[in-house]
């Protein structure tokens, strides 16, 4: 028996192409064991705050579309069940109409079992350990994002400055209201960055107020209908200052990351919310997805 184990095992690496094992070796020595794959990762992964946050926006709403995934497996899964249970039935019924043919009846015994399907049945016993481990991820990702985000309101100030200058600068050669727009978004970002901050510590007791869970809430939605306002212009200045001639590939993708962003914002800018954890996870992946492949695209594996 244990010649025989030892056989197939020989049979199974035998099986493997030795293009794949070359291929496999080659990619080892450029990762793995490359010195140079984690000076890349040191140099554009985890050199600034911000490349680090486009990791994490990414990994943050991946972890919580598959909780929710696994979560909803049973009804996604009998929701498929459902539809093809549906098609036979249609194929079964025109059949019947065209031909006078009832396929269940079939002599072919595929044919028949195929077509004598029972309605699918929804097990709402089933349920997936691995979804909590997964929402935990994704709500402490969160939490450090935004924990992280505690000083951004400092970076925004030399922003701010230069596009007020920029809007009282009279020989300035952009339009006075290009200048203005510029100037309202500086500012958005500085208030809804001090409303979230605001939410963030009195939701982690960090201030104390006569009521820190209301305060927590109420700063979080109102700085989720700024940062609505914020990507409301943007679009719309999007749109606005790039002539249809430059629509590129570049252009949509940016476009398509505002708007994506939009329904998260109606979500959190609503008291009861309005989207489930899944299609929160979608939006959220849309809106990061491209900074996270281009981030871990641009290291060089050579």
């Known amino acids: 028996?244990?010649?025989?184990?030892?056989?197939?095992?020989?049979?199974?690496?035998?099986?493997?192409p030795i293009t794949t094992l070359l291929q496999l070796q080659s990619l080892l020595k450029k990762s793995v064991f490359s010195r140079k794959f984690y000076q890349e990762i040191n140099d554009k992964v985890l050199a600034s705050s911000a490349t680090v946050d486009a990791n994490l926006y990414f990994i943050c709403y991946f972890t919580l579309l598959v909780s929710a995934v696994l979560n909803n497996r049973p009804k996604i899964v009998y929701w498929l069940q459902k539809q093809k249970y549906n098609l036979l039935q249609v194929i079964k019924k025109f059949s019947q109409l065209q031909f006078g043919t009832d396929l269940s009846q079939s002599d072919n015994k595929l044919v028949s079992k195929i077509f004598s399907q029972q309605p699918p049945v929804l097990d709402e016993k089933a349920s997936s350990s691995l979804a909590v481990h997964f929402k935990?991820?994704?709500?402490?990702?969160s939490d450090i994002r935004i924990f992280?985000?505690?000083?951004?309101?400092?970076?925004?100030?030399?922003?701010?400055?230069?596009?007020?200058?920029?809007?009282?600068?009279?020989?300035?050669?952009?339009?006075?209201?290009?200048?203005?727009?510029?100037?309202v978004q500086s500012l958005n970002c500085l208030v809804l960055e001090l409303l979230e901050n605001a939410g963030w510590l009195t939701d982690h007791n960090w201030v104390g107020t006569g009521d820190n869970d209301w305060?927590?809430?109420?700063?979080?939605?109102?700085?989720?209908?700024?940062?609505?306002?914020y990507l409301l212009i943007e679009i719309i200045e999007l749109v606005r200052r790039t002539p249809r001639s430059k629509w590129n590939t570049?252009?949509?993708?940016?476009?398509?990351?505002?708007v994506i962003q939009v329904p998260l914002v109606a979500h959190w800018s609503l008291r009861e919310g309005c989207l489930t954890p899944f299609w929160v996870g979608v939006c959220g992946c849309g809106a990061s997805w491209w900074k996270f492949k281009d981030m871990w695209k641009s290291l060089d594996m050579s």
């Not at 010649?3 to 020989?10: D, E, H």
């Not at 935990?136 to 990702?141: F, G, K, P, V």
């Not at 252009?251 to 990351?257: C, D």
């Open 1 to 16: 028996m244990q010649k025989q184990a030892s056989g197939s095992r020989k049979n199974r690496i035998g099986s493997v």
């Open 136 to 141: 935990a991820i994704s709500s402490y990702l």
């Open 148 to 183: 992280n985000r505690l000083t951004d309101s400092i970076k925004y100030m030399p922003w701010i400055i230069d596009e007020f200058h920029a809007y009282m600068d009279p020989s300035n050669p952009t339009a006075k209201f290009d200048r203005l727009v510029n100037f």
């Open 215 to 229: 305060w927590s809430f109420e700063t979080y939605i109102w700085c989720s209908r700024i940062w609505g306002a």
């Open 250 to 258: 570049k252009w949509k993708i940016s476009l398509f990351q505002q």
